[in-house]
């Protein structure tokens, strides 16, 4: 091989190389979409929710599909459907956690008191001060200590979140058995 023909060789590798970076610059730069992709963002309307081996050679596939479950089974000499339209399992609500205890309302004053005083214990003497936050802010106190008793709303979970799969009701032994039959 001479140099004029390894030159040759090269410069192609460089061509075709170059011609699959601008494809790809084209795809990134330009968001072109693959054929049979309709959407990257949307959710899918066909899912595989779970796949147990039966045996070597078959096993059993949860499939989901717009919110109903089929279940197949698949093997060498083909596939078959065992079940259809299986409504998914809900999802059992967790209980609210307890919430944390609230501080009263005697030590809200008693805290209020000490700020105050301390803040302007050189302006008035401690006695007046005390009195004065007694009589202005009690009613004040006695509204927020209502609100806090009120329950706090809770945060409902994302309906976008996945849930662990409930695999306990499907058991290899009863679709061997199914199989048999």
């Avoid at 054929?35 to 050679?57: F, N, Q, W, Y």
């Avoid at 302007?120 to 004040?140: E, H, P, R, T």
């Amino acid at each position: 091989m001479d140099i004029l023909s390894m030159l040759r060789t090269i410069g192609a590798l460089g061509l075709v190389l170059g011609m699959l970076g601008s494809a790809l610059w084209i795809v990134r730069r330009y968001d072109v979409k693959l054929p049979g992709r309709i959407s990257g963002t949307g959710r899918k309307r066909v899912e595989l929710v779970e796949r147990l081996m039966v045996d070597g050679k078959r096993s059993v596939a949860l499939i989901r599909r717009d919110g109903c479950e089929h279940l197949i089974l698949i093997g060498p000499e083909g596939h078959a459907t065992i079940e259809t339209g299986i409504v998914a399992p809900v999802q059992p609500e967790a209980p609210a956690a307890p919430a944390a205890p609230l501080p009263t309302i005697e030590a809200d004053l008693a805290a209020l008191k000490t700020s105050v005083s301390s803040s302007f214990s050189k302006l008035v003497d401690k006695a007046s001060v005390a009195k004065l936050v007694d009589k202005s802010n009690i009613g004040k106190l006695v509204e927020l200590q209502r609100l806090r008793t009120r329950r706090p709303a809770v945060a409902q979970p994302s309906k976008r979140t996945r849930r662990p799969r409930d695999t306990a009701r499907w058991n290899r032994a009863a679709v061997r058995e199914a199989l048999d039959a």
